[in-house]
């Protein structure tokens, strides 16, 4: 008998239909046909099911070496932020320190809008040589004494956060009064010199012309000052002022227009420890009438025969 496909036909039976495509009996089932056919097709699904699996373990893998990346990143953000904090806070309380301007008690040497640098190292330290003042310790570490005629920096003696800019007039065991706008120091008038006068505004904001003097204080310091209200300002005499040990007696340039050690009530002599810095240089400086909302102003602004300017 012939062979199709492989499998031997059964023996002619009346009436047997045989598939024209299978060569098998219609409605046979071919068991063997079947199972071979799952035999040679499996092998495929599983190397299908394999390669699957190894694209998603591939894939978990990428995944979790992009998120331990970004990790690293940010890890690495956060440490360079940290570290860049700690050097600001290191140079602030060790070295330099920015201050602002906002009033004029120290025209002409000082005007409003200035931005100077203050030295932290110069007076030696004191907790008001760290930001917040904590009460770590007392006293000045490595400190030195200002000298006289220096602008310095020092925290309100009546609230011990506020800081003022002053000049330092008197030392501890001076006697300091001031008679018809004219400065004594131990008992002896200090040389002023007059000079032009000088442009700034009064009370209401009107530009008048001021007195203006080059003083020059023992020790031979010279600066200017200028007398807005003349030589008949509230505070152009006053009684004498003892300096006490351990404080220092501090002076605005614009005499009728400064809250300094006169003012016993408001800010009195001023102790060693509550010294900040001394000033050194103006690093930037802007007219006060300069608004943060007209930028493209700026530049005419910019007082910028000031910038760099060493202050005295």
Avoid at 92 to 121: A, C, E, M, W
Wanted: proline residues 6%.
């Amino acid at each position: 008998m012939p062979q199709q496909d492989g499998f031997r036909l059964p023996e002619e039976r009346a009436g047997a239909n045989i598939s024209i495509e299978s060569g098998l009996p219609l409605g046979l089932k071919c068991k063997p046909l079947s199972t071979c056919h799952r035999m040679k097709t499996a092998p495929a699904v599983a190397v299908q099911e394999h390669r699957s699996t190894d694209v998603s373990d591939k894939s978990s893998k990428y995944a979790g070496s992009s998120a331990k990346s970004e990790e690293g990143g940010l890890w690495e953000t956060i440490k360079v932020i940290v570290q860049a904090l700690l050097i600001a806070v290191v140079v602030r309380t060790v070295l330099f320190q920015p201050f602002n301007i906002p009033s004029g008690s120290l025209i002409p040497t000082l005007l409003i809008g200035d931005y100077l640098f203050v030295s932290k190292y110069s007076y030696g330290y004191s907790k008001h040589s760290i930001p917040f003042s904590p009460a770590l310790f007392s006293g000045r570490i490595l400190g030195s004494e200002p000298k006289r005629g220096e602008i310095a920096v020092f925290k309100l003696p009546k609230d011990n956060s506020t800081d003022y800019i002053k000049r330092v007039i008197g030392l501890p065991g001076d006697k300091i009064q001031v008679i018809g706008g004219v400065l004594h120091i131990n008992g002896q008038p200090v040389q002023r010199e007059r000079v032009e006068d000088y442009k700034t505004t009064d009370l209401y904001g009107r530009t008048i012309s001021v007195p203006q003097y080059k003083e020059t204080l023992p020790g031979g310091v010279s600066h200017f000052v200028i007398e807005r209200d003349g030589d008949r300002g509230y505070w152009d005499n006053t009684n004498v002022y003892t300096v006490q040990p351990g404080h220092f007696f501090m002076m605005g340039d614009n005499r009728d227009n400064s809250t300094d050690s006169r003012d016993e009530a408001s800010v009195g002599q001023v102790p060693f420890e509550n010294l900040v810095g001394r000033a050194e240089i103006i690093f930037f400086s802007i007219d006060e009438s300069a608004s943060l909302w007209r930028p493209w102003e700026w530049p005419q602004k910019i007082r910028w025969n000031r910038l760099f300017e060493r202050i005295q």
